[in-house]
């Protein structure tokens, strides 16, 4: 079995009097597809601010790969290896669709200023290999035909794979997605459940997936956390929470 990637172990955050989340313990192992499902106001996007270094736990440890996350920056948490999407896009929308990935490979630039402002060969070199990289994945998205133009111009669901995209470039090792079908349409959903499979399979990472589209979550996740108020209420495979009662009452309803 793989190694885990993610821990949260009893995790609680409180907002003043507020428990938004409440000792809740999250897995994610190397390589897996695992969902994170629960009615609005559940607490899923608050886990992934936790993990991300927007918030810090109250009580509880978050580890990547055996390390702790306490007290890290989310830019330092970036640079060990976790990217993430949002509910909202957060592009740069007046930049190109080329230089929204470029800016994300930026963090991995061995050379400083100084050879910048000469031009080194060194620094000739990485920036040849950056503008092939960031090629590299336009073309492998489909996006190399748009890549001049402003992100702003794009589809939404064009929008959503630039997203996707950039995160892939900062080179994570685990990836989340915060509600990424949302105002998707039938057959962007559909390129979506590929789009994800062929990220996790083609990139060798894991993924923690936020969603509501309970197709999607169904369709593509191995395993699903299930939060209610801020606590976990199950945990399992598609057709376990499916069948289980208390996931039924609180989220699924009767189908």
Do not use: W
């Not at 589209?213 to 606590?231: A, F, S, T, W």
Request: glycine content about 8%; charged content about 25%.
């Amino acid at each position: 079995m793989p190694d885990i990637l993610l821990d949260l172990s009893s995790v609680t955050i409180r907002f003043g009097g507020l428990t938004a989340v409440s000792s809740v313990s999250i897995t994610v192992r190397e390589g897996e597809l695992v969902g994170l499902i629960g009615p609005n106001g559940a607490g899923k996007t608050t886990v992934f601010n936790m993990v991300t270094g927007v918030y810090q736990p109250t009580e509880g440890s978050i580890h990547l790969g055996g390390r702790s996350l306490a007290k890290l920056k989310p830019f330092q948490i970036t640079d060990l290896g976790i990217a993430r999407t949002f509910q909202n896009i957060r592009l740069f929308p007046s930049l190109t669709v080329y230089d929204n990935v470029r800016v994300a490979f930026h963090r991995h630039l061995q050379n400083h200023s100084l050879q910048s402002l000469i031009r080194s060969s060194n620094f000739e070199e990485e920036e040849a290999n950056l503008k092939a990289r960031t090629v590299e994945l336009l073309t492998l998205f489909n996006l190399q035909r748009v890549q001049d133009e402003p992100a702003k111009s794009l589809s939404y669901g064009d929008q959503r794979r630039l997203e996707i995209l950039r995160a892939l470039a900062t080179k994570p090792r685990l990836l989340l997605l915060d509600e990424p079908a949302a105002g998707m349409n039938s057959s962007e959903k559909t390129e979506l459940l590929t789009l994800i499979r062929f990220i996790r399979d083609t990139f060798d990472l894991a993924i923690l997936l936020v969603e509501h589209d309970m197709k999607v979550v169904m369709g593509i996740c191995e395993r699903i956390h299930v939060l209610e108020y801020g606590r976990k209420i199950a945990e399992g495979t598609p057709s376990a929470i499916r069948a289980d009662p208390k996931v039924i009452a609180a989220y699924l309803g009767d189908n």
